[in-house]
């Protein structure tokens, strides 16, 4: 069970990170106006968006190392 | 899980005097082309063939950029193997699903060594495409998401993949033990362990899915997209992308497997089904590549506006006619070999990987008449025509990575078995 909601939460949060960092991180979406639209709106805004790709794929790797509890597992 | 193993398996381990001189010769040639990097790195980008587009009538973007175009395409071959054997449970290439994850992660590693090599400040172009790189321009797409995410769930892919075997290869005494054992991670082969495998790699196929095609599409519209670029804006860019990066990729993948039958697998481990399924497979991306090629080509002649027309000239008729009709030649003659071989339903593995490395040679000259001559020829400023001749700097540094990436896919193979042990493929 702690694994699943480890992993789960690791997906929710790599694929939340992807949509945050796109839509209101990033440098803005639209047609340019000012000089605004020319950097994003927080600095390493895309090294998070890809964070955000990592984490979704390394829950894959906690969600079969991770041992659930210490419980053994029958063969 | 199956019977312990007495040794370890595909001669991992043992390292004969002819191997040892092949990854001499291979590392002499990675050595000069980063001699080459040094000379780019310390004199400037002088020592290139680049010079800039327009007033001094060269081309900003040369072999490096093809190359790099060139190592993600062929980097297409593992992950597709991965998921079509996952994901559409295509049991005839279980065999050939490791060496082909290790390939999309070598020519991964290639393409982040060629951005660097086109790079005059290496540092500061990587540092500031984490920093400003916009998400809605292809470059974004390709260098952040292809070399990141793309590199990061390609090692995943192979590092969970690999973990049965590690635990096996962990049960023979040596030096590599502690290395198996890590590799592991505790893996004991339980029925949980399994289906928790299962249900792992059926979800990260359905995630790399989507990922592969973003990931060459983009590397297409970093092209397609330039409005301002003759030659180059068509839709047909992202698609033709990622067609090409198949037949390079499935190209590249028959000749591994070709040669590790050869030297380690022997015909009962990889069978003719195996390379009858590439063959074919390689047969059906060709045809549809060389489609679009006509396409593009028949609009461009047809229709195409004065500058656009000057591109397709230089292709066709003028400065890169040779190289344009050794590339199609290069892609006709294949696919002749196996349309004959598809009906005649023979094995013919020696035109097979004549075939692999035909494609493979074809599309580093496409790549390279992507990227060059829109630069050259057809610029909508009152230029005259261009020219680029890569320096032997540029092609040492290209032999040198081409000879890195066998060197680090012969030492793989050294140290993990490059195919799935026996008893081990459920």
Redesign the interface.
């Known amino acids: 069970m702690r694994r699943r909601i480890v992993v789960l939460l690791m997906v929710v949060a790599g694929f939340g990170l992807q949509a945050v960092?796109?839509l209101f991180l990033?440098?803005p979406?639209g047609k340019p106006t000012d000089d605004s639209f020319s950097?994003?709106r927080v600095?390493?805004?895309?090294?998070l968006?890809?964070l955000g790709?990592?984490l979704?794929?390394?829950a894959?790797?906690v969600?079969?190392?991770l041992?659930?509890n210490g419980r053994r597992?029958?063969? | 899980m199956a019977a312990r193993l007495e040794r370890l398996p595909f001669g991992v381990g043992h390292t004969s005097g002819r191997w040892k001189l092949w990854m001499a010769v291979l590392a002499a040639i990675a050595i000069l082309g980063w001699y080459g990097w040094y000379l780019e790195l310390s004199r400037g980008m002088i020592v290139t063939g680049l010079r800039n587009i327009g007033p001094m009538g060269g081309a900003t973007w040369g072999m490096d950029v093809a190359f790099i175009v060139y190592f993600v395409g062929v980097s297409f071959a593992g992950i597709t193997v991965a998921a079509l054997v996952r994901l559409a449970d295509v049991k005839a290439l279980r065999p050939i699903a490791r060496m082909a994850e290790a390939l999309t992660v070598v020519s991964l590693v290639l393409a982040v060594f060629a951005i660097m090599y086109d790079l005059g400040q290496p540092l500061r172009g990587i540092v500031n495409?984490?920093?400003?790189?916009?998400?809605?321009s292809p470059f974004?797409g390709t260098f952040?998401?292809v070399i990141?995410?793309y590199l990061?769930?390609s090692l995943?892919y192979l590092?969970?993949g690999g973990?049965r075997d590690a635990a096996r290869c962990a049960e023979v005494p040596g030096r590599l033990q502690r290395f198996y054992q890590l590799w592991a991670?505790?893996y004991?082969?339980?029925?949980?362990?399994q289906e928790?495998?299962s249900?792992?790699s059926f979800?990260?196929a359905i995630?790399i899915v989507p990922?592969l095609v973003v990931a060459h599409s983009t590397l297409g519209f970093v092209f397609g997209l330039q409005v301002g670029r003759p030659g180059w804006y068509s839709a047909l860019q992202a698609p033709s992308f990622v067609l090409l990066a198949g037949v390079s990729g499935i190209g590249m993948l028959i000749v591994i497997a070709a040669v590790v039958r050869r030297t380690v697998a022997g015909t009962d481990r990889l069978d003719d089904g195996v390379f009858r399924w590439l063959g074919n497979a390689l047969m059906i991306l060709l045809l549809a590549y060389l489609y679009f090629m006509v396409v593009e080509l028949l609009t461009s002649i047809y229709t195409g506006a004065e500058r656009e027309r000057e591109v397709t000239e230089a292709l066709l008729s003028g400065r890169y006619a040779p190289i344009y009709w050794a590339a199609v030649a290069l892609l006709v003659i294949p696919l002749a070999f196996l349309i004959m071989r598809y009906f005649r339903r023979g094995a013919g593995l020696t035109t097979l990987v004549a075939s692999g490395v035909m494609v493979n040679l074809s599309a580093m000259a496409k790549r390279f008449l992507i990227v060059v001559p829109s630069q050259t020829h057809g610029t909508l400023l009152p230029y005259q025509p261009g020219s680029y001749t890569p320096t032997w700097v540029e092609w040492a540094e290209m032999a040198g990575l081409i000879a890195f990436g066998a060197l680090l896919l012969a030492v793989f193979a050294k140290l993990f078995p490059i195919m799935p042990v026996e008893g081990s493929e459920s």
Do not use: C, K
Request: aromatic fraction near 18%; proline fraction near 8%.
């Open positions: 960092t796109y990033a440098t979406i950097n994003p600095p390493f805004a895309p090294a968006f890809i790709v990592v979704v794929f390394l894959a790797v969600y079969e190392v041992p659930e597992e029958s063969r | 495409l984490f920093r400003y790189a916009r998400p809605q974004f952040t998401l990141s995410g990061f769930a995943v590092y969970l973990r991670a505790g004991g082969d339980t029925r949980e362990e928790r495998r249900r792992a979800w990260l995630a990922l």
